[in-house]
């Protein structure tokens, strides 16, 4: 069974700053996909950034880039010029091609931007 | 607009009594997932059904029922076998199996059991 940690429950940043949330994750499979959604306090979930396991290049979405390990089996998102919008709970997940759309989340950080 | 629908969006519920939570979409999508999630845990699957009419267990199913005769609809009853029932509930879809493609998210109903 494939498993996800974050090891940081809540973290803060002050408004303009750069952070950088930590993910590992657990599998013995080679091909998966991973993820990092966003929580904000309206507890709406919303898709910040995807890896395809296959791609050595890292994702980036405008301020928002990852840091891809494949071999160390890690995935952190960086937020650069963090904004106060950014302030949400920050979930690391994980599919593999064999689970078909099933995800697996990590337990959570919380993201405090301060002004 | 497509999207997700869950409701209600609070939800209160007296100890031994069974209640139904409405997930519906008009994305078109195949696959619909039920979690629910308690604070410093995630996000833990509950039920998910790939096409209407077919359903598998999460992670946590127990105390849970699901259907899915429409593929719009996929609704969750919490049953009085959950031993504690209180939590935020989130309902998900995904077009198909194609590993890919991300969840979108329902707004989610806080239960709480009185």
């Known amino acids: 069974a494939q498993t996800v940690t974050q090891s940081q429950p809540e973290m803060s940043v002050q408004e303009a700053e750069t952070v950088t949330l930590s993910c590992t994750y657990d599998?013995?499979?080679?091909?998966?996909?991973l993820f990092w959604y966003k929580q904000p306090p309206s507890r709406q979930m919303i898709l910040v950034i995807r890896?395809?396991?296959?791609?050595?290049q890292n994702a980036t979405e405008n301020r928002f880039s990852v840091n891809f390990q494949k071999a160390a089996k890690s995935f952190s998102l960086k937020i650069s010029d963090s904004q106060l919008g950014d302030t949400a709970m920050y979930f690391c997940?994980?599919?593999?091609?064999?689970?078909?759309?099933?995800?697996?989340f990590g337990e959570g950080t919380q993201l405090t931007v301060n002004p | 607009d497509g999207g997700i629908t869950q409701s209600p969006k609070y939800l209160f519920r007296k100890e031994g009594q069974n209640v139904t939570l409405s997930c519906e979409q008009n994305l078109n999508h195949d696959a619909m997932y039920w979690y629910r999630q308690d604070p410093g845990q995630g996000l833990r699957l509950i039920y998910y059904?790939?096409?209407?009419?077919?359903?598998q267990k999460g992670d946590i199913a127990e105390g849970y029922s699901v259907s899915r005769e429409k593929k719009e609809s996929f609704p969750l009853t919490v049953t009085s076998a959950q031993k504690n029932p209180t939590a935020f509930y989130l309902c998900?879809?995904?077009?198909?199996?194609?590993?890919?493609?991300?969840?979108?998210f329902g707004p989610g109903t806080r239960l709480t059991v009185l």
């Open positions: 890896q395809e396991a296959y791609k050595q």
């Open positions: 998900a879809s995904v077009p198909d199996r194609s590993s890919y493609n991300e969840q979108f």
């Open positions: 997940a994980f599919r593999s091609e064999t689970s078909g759309s099933r995800l697996t």
């Open positions: 599998t013995s499979e080679n091909n998966y996909y």
């Open positions: 059904s790939q096409i209407v009419n077919d359903f």
